[in-house]
Structures are given as structure tokens and as C-alpha cells.
């Protein structure tokens, strides 16, 4: 069964514009082993059987390591991959959809950008967390608005959900966003555009374990 509590650490998003077909899997795990808390499945240039048998192989992973699988954007991939769910933007289909499709227990996340409003309405419609940014600039979207370290504040302080940042993060700039009330902190590139996955994997997962013990 899907824990939605473990909404939460490193969520590293593996989108195959940084990793080739063959060393995916492989660079999953080692996100994994370095402390990535969720998998997300971002694929812009494959086809549906391609992006079908790529899921699997990553929703396989995440069940061996109990780990919480989500694909990008693609309700009717994500049934079909068995995905712990899905993580949904503006131009997507909408929260309802994904839930009839998915069943009760699918986790459904939503981008919000950098609006609260978007966020709240989400949480209404039943999504199980919201995700802001761009934090900082990002060579993956660089025309994406920006959003503030105040948005994550106000959005604790305004939100039952679990909040994820992303953008740009770098385990450097992520200390400032977690102490803000990121949950959880979203990155491509930082980890999946490293040589060493796990290694950067593990500099983002000391983020959470370094609050942890300040508390």
C-alpha cells in the first residue's frame, strides 16, 4: 500500500533528456541508495512502448527498495506502469481525472508555480501535495517563473499537504528552502546530471538528516 507520508527528503526526478536508455536503471538505484525518498519518470522524446517498458523497470526498482514511484504528466502511463501515482501540471489533466483512473490511494501531485491560490485549490480537489518553483534558475526550464523563499512559508503555514521545491537546487542552496518548509526538495540535473549519482544523491538526503537533528 502507498504510505503518502513519505512525501518527503529527496525527490529525484529521473528525466531521460540527462540519462541514456541503457544506464537508466542503473542510475536510479544509486539515487536510491544515496537517499532519494521518491523516483519521478520524466520523459519528453520516447515512444509509448519505450516509455511503457522504461517505467516498469523504474516502478520495479522503487517497490524493491520501498521507495514511492510517480511518472510526469501521464495519467494513463502511470496506471499502466503501476505507479504509486502521478505528478500533474497546468496544461495536464485535471486532479479528478487522475483520481478516477488511479483509485483513492494514488498519490497525486500538482505544480503550483509560484501560486498559493493554484495550491490551495488543489489541496480542495483532493491532490496530495503541491509542488512551487522555479526556486532558482534551471537549465531544464529556463523560462519557468520564479518563486520566493516566502511562498513556502506562507504555504506551511496555509496548507495541510506536503510542499516540494523545486528548480535549480543545489545541496547548497537547498539548506535555505528546507528551513523554509520544503517537505521535500525536487532535482534533475543536480543528481542525474552527476558522475557520481550516489554521491549527489546522499549531499541532498543530509539536508533533511541535518534539520532532524537540529530539532
Not at 544515496?34 to 516502478?59: C, M, N, P, V
Not at 497546468?90 to 498559493?116: F, H, T
Not at 520564479?146 to 528548480?167: D, H, N, T, Y
Request: aromatic share 6%.
Amino acid at each position: 500500500m502507498v504510505n503518502k507520508s513519505s512525501i518527503a527528503g529527496l525527490y529525484a526526478i529521473a528525466d531521460t533528456h540527462y540519462l541514456d536508455d541503457a544506464g537508466l536503471p542503473a542510475a536510479v538505484s544509486e539515487a536510491i541508495i544515496g537517499g532519494a525518498r521518491l523516483i519521478q519518470y520524466r520523459d519528453k522524446k520516447h515512444d509509448a512502448e519505450s516509455r511503457l517498458e522504461q517505467a516498469r523497470e523504474i516502478a520495479k526498482l522503487c517497490r524493491q527498495h520501498n521507495v514511492l514511484f510517480l511518472v510526469n504528466d501521464d495519467i494513463e502511463l502511470a496506471k499502466q506502469a503501476w505507479a504509486s501515482g502521478v505528478h500533474l501540471g497546468r496544461e495536464d489533466a485535471a486532479i479528478a481525472k487522475g483520481r478516477e483512473l488511479l483509485g483513492p490511494q494514488a498519490i497525486i501531485g500538482v505544480s503550483c508555480y509560484n501560486e498559493l491560490a493554484r495550491a490551495e485549490l488543489a489541496q480542495t480537489q483532493g491532490a496530495d501535495y503541491v509542488a512551487f518553483g522555479s526556486f532558482h534558475s534551471s537549465r531544464t526550464k529556463p523560462q519557468a517563473v520564479r518563486a520566493g523563499l516566502e511562498l513556502l512559508s506562507a504555504a506551511k503555514q496555509k496548507l495541510r499537504l506536503p510542499v516540494v521545491a523545486i528548480g535549480g537546487i543545489t545541496p547548497e542552496n537547498g539548506t535555505r528552502l528546507v528551513a523554509a518548509g520544503a517537505d521535500a526538495l525536487a532535482v534533475i540535473e543536480g543528481v542525474f546530471g552527476q558522475d557520481d549519482v550516489r554521491a549527489a544523491a546522499q549531499r541532498y538526503a543530509r539536508l533533511f538528516t541535518k534539520l532532524k537533528s537540529q530539532d
